[in-house]
């Protein structure tokens, strides 16, 4: 079985630059969340979406927008990046049930902010 | 704001020694998950405990919640070097988005 798919792998951007990050969540999983993993520090809730609707929303700008299509696959925006945006960013998928909120993460994408 | 604090932050070790990791926090949390991350790659998920005082086991770990719901431990018997990596312990809150709140991370090295 297919776990979360998440492109691209690695990403070089420049300040004040614009990235779309991708996510496919595991099959059946219908909610997807997306976390900023800074090096050195464990990750931080950035959205989640479930059925298509925000559900959840973390301390970060407005820089930062996300979406979630009708097949559940989602994406994460980030405008005007600055040098702190460089991080590892995460998405996790999960289907919910009886509130464990078991998330299984994808890969990660690594971007990086010159 | 909820928080997670887990120690040590960093941990190395000989082969076959026995170690714990703490994961506390002043918040109650509805479920708490463990996590083991390889440089590179994302949190893999190891195990989930709900209910307080429960304890699981995963071959050589064993994982506990507290009583209150608000600190979890790992303990790992005869560490390998195949332990290795970063773990991170992850709280769900009772309310509010369905999110993870998570530690700063321990960082393992099992030395041969």
């Known amino acids: 079985d297919a776990g979360v798919t998440q492109s691209p792998t690695h990403l070089i951007k420049t300040r004040g630059q614009q990235v779309t990050l991708r996510c496919s969540p595991i099959s059946g999983h219908k909610s997807v969340s997306w976390y900023q993993q800074v090096l050195g520090q464990g990750p931080q809730f950035i959205f989640q979406y479930y059925e298509k609707e925000e559900r959840g929303r973390g301390n970060f700008p407005d820089r930062f927008s996300a979406r979630q299509f009708p097949n559940y696959s989602s994406e994460l925006n980030v405008n005007a990046l600055l040098l702190g945006d460089s991080a590892l960013y995460l998405c996790?998928?999960?289907?919910?049930?009886?509130?464990?909120?078991?998330?299984?993460f994808g890969p990660g994408t690594r971007l990086t902010v010159t | 704001t909820q928080l997670l604090e887990q120690s040590p932050q960093f941990l190395s070790i000989q082969e076959g020694e026995n170690l714990t990791v703490y994961c506390n926090s002043s918040?109650?949390?509805?479920?708490l998950q463990w996590y083991r991350q390889e440089p590179g790659e994302g949190p893999v998920l190891l195990v989930t405990v709900v209910t307080g005082g429960e304890v699981k086991k995963l071959k050589r770990l064993t994982f506990q919640f507290g009583d209150a719901r608000k600190d979890s431990s790992l303990h790992i018997t005869a560490a390998q070097p195949g332990d290795t990596g970063l773990y991170l312990c992850a709280g769900a809150p009772v309310q509010g988005a369905q999110k993870l709140v998570f530690g700063q991370g321990t960082r393992l090295t099992i030395n041969p």
């Open positions: 996790a998928s999960s289907f919910p049930a009886g509130g464990s909120y078991e998330q299984y």
């Open positions: 918040s109650v949390f509805s479920s």
